[in-house]
């Protein structure tokens, strides 16, 4: 038994090195030249004017929230769809009622004006 937790142990420290000695190393190592003009925004070959801190409308991030469930929704009915000829009927009822949640959340999200791309 002691020997699993040592196992899980190790893993543990070895995802823990890897995860934070890259970033180290190219911090110590990287090349340290300080410069005003390296320290400007620079973008396409144009430097910017105005204001950076803009505010966008939470309702871009509420269509990509709606886009992302949505698609992820769709990678879980593909393989239903594959095996659809050799499912019992319970699997098939529950991939029904999985498809009217969808339908539902749809409605819901299209009446809320979700949807509306402004």
């Known amino acids: 038994m002691?020997?699993?937790f040592t196992f899980?142990?190790?893993?543990?420290?070895?995802a823990?090195?890897?995860?934070?000695?890259?970033?180290?190393?190219a911090w110590l190592l990287r090349p340290k030249k300080p410069h005003p003009r390296k320290s400007?925004?620079?973008?396409?070959?144009?430097y910017p004017h105005g204001e950076a801190w803009v505010q966008?409308?939470?309702?871009?991030?509420?269509?990509?929230?709606?886009?992302?469930?949505?698609d992820?929704?769709?990678?879980?009915?593909?393989?239903?769809?594959?095996i659809y000829n050799w499912l019992p009927l319970y699997a098939v009822i529950?991939?029904?009622?999985?498809?009217?949640?969808?339908?539902?959340?749809?409605l819901y999200a299209w009446r809320k004006g979700a949807l509306e791309w402004v």
């Open 40 to 46: 400007e925004p620079y973008e396409c070959g144009i």
């Open 8 to 14: 899980v142990g190790l893993l543990f420290l070895v």
């Open 56 to 70: 966008y409308k939470a309702q871009y991030y509420i269509f990509a929230l709606a886009f992302m469930v949505f």
């Open 72 to 82: 992820v929704e769709a990678v879980f009915l593909f393989p239903w769809a594959l």
């Open 94 to 106: 529950e991939g029904v009622l999985f498809l009217l949640l969808l339908l539902g959340a749809l």
């Open 2 to 4: 002691l020997e699993q």
């Open 16 to 25: 823990l090195l890897l995860g934070t000695l890259p970033p180290a190393l």
